[in-house]
Antibody, heavy 115, light 108 residues
């Protein structure tokens, strides 16, 4: 069974940094791209970032480009989202998902950016 | 970037009804579209992939159609557990990808 488990969320002040992680199991991790999406309180879903299976290609939404970094460790079956220069508008539940087309999702981790 | 316009934003229906939700892409995306169901406090779950393929384990009352720019999700014979929010996602060629704004399906 494919499982994804996010961690690393919390309360952070504007301008701060936070690193989210997603631990994957149940599939050959290095064969698949991994994606991140987020959902602000009471709002819809927003695609955030994705990384290819080897880690050689990365993509970002314009709203996070230059502030967020996505990376992966295929030896540990984990994907990470380093979030820098955080803004109040980055407050959301962050989900990791398998593959470009996000066919399986984790349960999410909550990030609150507030002073 | 490709924009997805989903409608309606909300919908009231009764158990047993047939409902249709649509997504329109700002440019052609072939069949690179998924449909998701999200219940309160839960992660989204894929229902339909590649526009018309039913995900394993999803009831057959859910169906998807379309290609290019216009897509529909149909639920035939609404069940109580179907009241949720539905989203489309376009994943055409390279990111950035984009979701529709969502459709909240409520009990009439």
């Amino acid at each position: 069974e494919v499982q994804l488990l996010e961690s690393g969320g919390g309360l952070i002040q504007p301008g701060g940094s936070l690193r989210l992680s997603c631990a994957a199991s149940g599939f050959i991790f290095s064969n698949y791209a991994m994606s991140w999406a987020r959902q602000s309180p009471g709002k819809g879903l927003e695609w955030v970032a994705a990384i290819g299976g080897s880690g050689g290609v990365t993509y970002f939404a314009d709203s996070v480009k230059g502030r967020f970094i996505i990376s992966r460790d295929n030896s540990k079956n984990t994907v990470s989202l380093q979030m820098n220069s955080l803004r109040v508008g980055d407050t959301a539940i962050y989900y990791c998902a398998k593959d470009w087309d996000m066919d399986v999702w984790g349960q999410g981790t909550t990030v609150i950016v507030s002073s | 970037a490709i924009q997805m316009t989903q409608s309606p934003s909300s919908l009231s229906a009764s158990v047993g009804d047939r409902v249709i939700i649509t997504c329109r892409a700002s440019q052609g995306i072939r069949d690179d579209l998924n449909w998701y169901q999200q219940k309160p406090g839960k992660a989204p779950k894929v229902l339909i992939y590649s526009a018309s393929n039913l995900q394993a384990g999803v009831p057959s009352r859910f169906s998807g159609s379309g290609s290019g720019t216009d897509f529909t999700l149909t639920i035939s014979g609404l069940q109580p557990e179907d009241f949720a929010t539905y989203y489309c996602l376009q994943h055409h060629t390279y990111p950035p990808y984009s979701f529709g704004q969502g459709t909240k399906l409520e009990i009439k």
